[in-house]
């Protein structure tokens, strides 16, 4: 299996629930293995996912579909 990382950059300042919320509607999408948030950056998203079952701009567009002002940076 391959595992690809990207990071997400969200310009809303977002609380814990929010950060709980858009976790777990990542976890649904097929391929997503782990998003994070990084500790005391709320705004940076971290989502390790495999490549042949999803890719950056669905998961950049799943954050988007929140509401949230969002931008892929990469790793």
């Known amino acids: 299996m391959n595992i690809s990382d990207i990071l997400i950059h969200i310009t809303d300042n977002l609380n814990a629930q929010q950060c709980a ?3 777990q509607a990542l ?11 990084t500790p005391e950056k709320a ?3 971290t989502i390790a996912f495999n490549p042949d079952l999803t890719n950056s701009a ?3 567009a799943q954050v988007q ?8 940076i990469g790793i």
């Open 21 to 23: 919320e858009l976790e």
């Open 27 to 37: 976890r649904q999408i097929d391929g997503v293995i782990a998003p994070r948030f």
């Open 43 to 45: 705004h940076l998203l």
């Open 58 to 60: 669905t998961l950049c």
């Open 65 to 72: 579909s929140f509401g949230y002002t969002a931008q892929l």
